[in-house]
Antibody, heavy 122, light 107 residues
């Protein structure tokens, strides 16, 4: 079965760039939408954006100016960069698969990583 | 952005009882893009329902989703001890949004 695993620094300084990666194992990265979602006590679950296996991206408008996502299909990994972080970016970050078929029927966000805690602090 | 409002914030019930969780949207949602998730402490959310009413693989039939347009609900017909958790609704149109969650606690 498909598994996702986030990796990256757990502590980032204010104004710096948060960088996380997600490794996809047990299945192909192709033909799916790969998302980043974060969860903080103050804002619940917040969708950051997605990258399709082709490399096309859609970001949450509230974060769009600071977000960059990339994908490496050869290594079954995708990544998130969030620039100019502040304490408000402290959260648990999840990488998540969204499942659509070729007719764009939605089968939900059916695979989640275990999450990685990122704290923004000097 | 479509805002999802879940109610109640906390629901206190006993095992064996029926739970009804509500999710109200600020504008009409295509039910094909409405999902429900369960989250237990220290774990990632888990998909329960997609397409507003279709159970994800392996989800027991005591979990039932329903609704359309701006009113959706998740019903758990007979609560089991493992059902006490946090529940979120989610929609997708041009972007994904989540409700703030309903905490189902054991009375």
């Amino acid at each position: 079965q498909v598994q996702l695993e986030e990796s990256g620094p757990g502590l980032v300084k204010p104004s710096e760039t948060l960088s996380l990666s997600c490794s996809v194992s047990g299945g192909s990265i192709s033909n799916f939408y790969w998302n980043w979602i974060r969860q903080s006590s103050g804002k619940g679950l917040e969708w950051i954006g997605y990258i399709y296996y082709t490399g096309s991206t859609v970001y949450n408008p509230s974060l769009e100016s600071r977000v960059t996502m990339s994908i490496d299909t050869s290594s079954n990994q995708f990544s998130l960069k969030l620039a100019s972080v502040t304490a408000a970016d402290t959260a648990v970050y999840y990488c998540v698969r969204a499942n659509f078929d070729t007719n764009y029927r939605y089968y939900g966000m059916d695979v989640w990583g275990q999450g990685t805690t990122v704290t923004v602090s000097s | 952005e479509i805002v999802l409002t879940q109610s109640p914030g906390t629901l206190s019930l006993s095992p064996g009882e029926r739970a009804t969780l509500s999710c109200r949207a600020s504008e009409s949602v295509n039910s094909a893009y409405l999902a429900w998730y369960q989250q237990k402490p220290g774990q990632a959310p888990m998909l329960l329902i997609y397409d507003a009413s279709t159970r994800a693989p392996g989800i027991p039939d005591r979990f039932r989703g329903s609704g359309s347009e701006t009113e959706f609900s998740l019903t758990i017909t007979r609560l089991e001890p493992e059902d006490f958790a946090l529940y979120f609704c989610q929609q997708y149109d041009t972007m994904y949004t989540f409700g703030q969650g309903t905490r189902l606690e054991m009375k």
